[in-house]
């Protein structure tokens, strides 16, 4: 009992930081996250610890989702192309699957992406 108590009380934790982490990223212009922090009755390394948490539940939640050894389909085409272009490509990761492409940068949110892997494995 005591163990479905602490499962529950860490997913209702991890989705309260979640919802901190999402409002400090939509924070105003110009306010810097150790400003938000301050406002927000936390220190700049709690905030990044729970940010961390909160990402390494989602890859953790989508990792359970999808099959372990995954194949997708390359396209020679499509190598060719991107070897043409070369170096004018955005910086960042290219992921396409079922005829959908999402391009993801270092600035990408771990919740939207997990989201959006979500509606495109559903998809058909």
């Known amino acids: 009992m005591s163990s479905e108590t602490s499962v529950v009380a860490e997913q209702c934790r991890l989705q309260e930081w979640a919802a901190q982490i999402r409002d400090c990223q939509s924070r105003p212009v110009g306010m810097s996250i150790v400003s938000w922090c ?6 700049k390394a709690n905030y990044y610890y729970r940010l961390r948490r909160v990402r390494k539940a ?5 990792q359970t989702e999808m099959p372990a ?5 390359v396209q020679p085409e499509l190598l060719q192309r991107q070897e043409q272009i070369g170096r004018n490509l955005r910086p960042g990761l290219d992921i396409s699957m079922k005829g959908f492409s999402v391009h993801v940068t270092e600035s990408t949110s771990m919740s939207l992406l997990a989201d959006v892997l979500k509606v495109v494995r559903h998809a058909e």
Request: charge should be neutral; aromatic fraction near 0%.
């Open 58 to 62: 989602c890859l953790e939640a989508i």
């Open 69 to 73: 050894r995954q194949m997708v389909p």
């Open 38 to 43: 301050a406002c927000h009755g936390i220190t």
